[in-house]
Structures are given as structure tokens and as C-alpha cells.
């Protein structure tokens, strides 16, 4: 599961805006209805992996606090144990930043296109 968030937090899996961007502009139906129809799936997708993940380093974190480790050797192999748990964190806690931007830009498209494309506000010359 591992792999699969670190695909999404390297943006293979983050959709491009200007495709939604492009289809709210010019009110491509098909394409909108293709983009709301695909989100629901790709926002479950993201958030079993980032769940995975997120369980994942709570119990690596609970594993390492709760041995007591042995020497210099033992401590500093702790050491940079948990500071790996919190860059797989911050990585986890940045693609969940830009999962919300995401999900915040989706929405306005969604509502742009219900407001100027369904109402004739604006067509495909606009």
C-alpha cells in the first residue's frame, strides 16, 4: 500500500486541473459528466491508501517506542528509524494537502458549470 500512496503523492495519480478547467470554460458536457462520474472512485482510491498508510506508521511508530533499544548502535538505528516514520508523514501529510486542493478546485468547476454552462450563461463561443 506503501507504493501505491507514493505513487499519488508523486502525482501520478493527482488529476490535472486543465482538463476540468478547459471542459468548464468551453461547458463540454460529456467531458464534465466523464470527470464527476470518475471522481468518486479515484477519492475512494486515495483515501484507502491514505489510510493504509496512516495506519502503517502508527504501528511502525508504537513497534519502535515500545522496545527499548540496547547501546549507542540500538538507539541510533531508533533514531533514524523514526525520522524515516516522519518523512513517510510529512509525504503523507502533503498529499493530503494537495488531495484537499484538489478536491476544493473540483467542487468550483462542478458549481461554475451548473451555474454558466446548464443555464446558458455561457457556451462553447464564450
Given at each position: 500500500?506503501?507504493?501505491?500512496?507514493?505513487?499519488?503523492?508523486?502525482?501520478?495519480?493527482?488529476?490535472?486541473?486543465?482538463?476540468?478547467?478547459?471542459?468548464?470554460?468551453t461547458?463540454?458536457?460529456?467531458?464534465i459528466?466523464?470527470?464527476?462520474?470518475?471522481?468518486?472512485?479515484r477519492?475512494?482510491?486515495?483515501?484507502?491508501?491514505?489510510?493504509?498508510?496512516?495506519?502503517?506508521?502508527?504501528?511502525?511508530?508504537?513497534?519502535?517506542?515500545?522496545?527499548?533499544?540496547?547501546?549507542?548502535s540500538?538507539?541510533?538505528?531508533?533514531?533514524?528509524?523514526?525520522?524515516?516514520?516522519?518523512?513517510?508523514?510529512?509525504?503523507?501529510d502533503?498529499?493530503?494537502?494537495?488531495?484537499?486542493?484538489?478536491?476544493?478546485?473540483?467542487d468550483?468547476?462542478?458549481?461554475?458549470?451548473?451555474?454558466?454552462?446548464?443555464?446558458?450563461?455561457?457556451?462553447?463561443?464564450?
Amino acid at each position: 500500500m506503501m507504493i501505491l500512496l507514493a505513487t499519488l503523492m508523486l502525482g501520478a495519480e493527482v488529476p490535472d486541473a486543465a482538463p476540468a478547467l478547459t471542459a468548464v470554460k468551453t461547458c463540454n458536457r460529456a467531458e464534465i459528466k466523464t470527470l464527476i462520474s470518475d471522481e468518486p472512485h479515484r477519492r475512494t482510491e486515495f483515501a484507502a491508501a491514505a489510510y493504509a498508510e496512516q495506519r502503517a506508521i502508527a504501528q511502525e511508530r508504537a513497534t519502535l517506542l515500545s522496545t527499548t533499544p540496547s547501546g549507542a548502535s540500538g538507539q541510533a538505528t531508533t533514531t533514524t528509524a523514526l525520522a524515516q516514520l516522519d518523512a513517510r508523514q510529512k509525504l503523507l501529510d502533503d498529499a493530503r494537502a494537495t488531495e484537499k486542493s484538489w478536491r476544493d478546485l473540483f467542487d468550483e468547476v462542478r458549481a461554475d458549470y451548473l451555474a454558466n454552462c446548464t443555464t446558458g450563461k455561457r457556451n462553447a463561443e464564450n
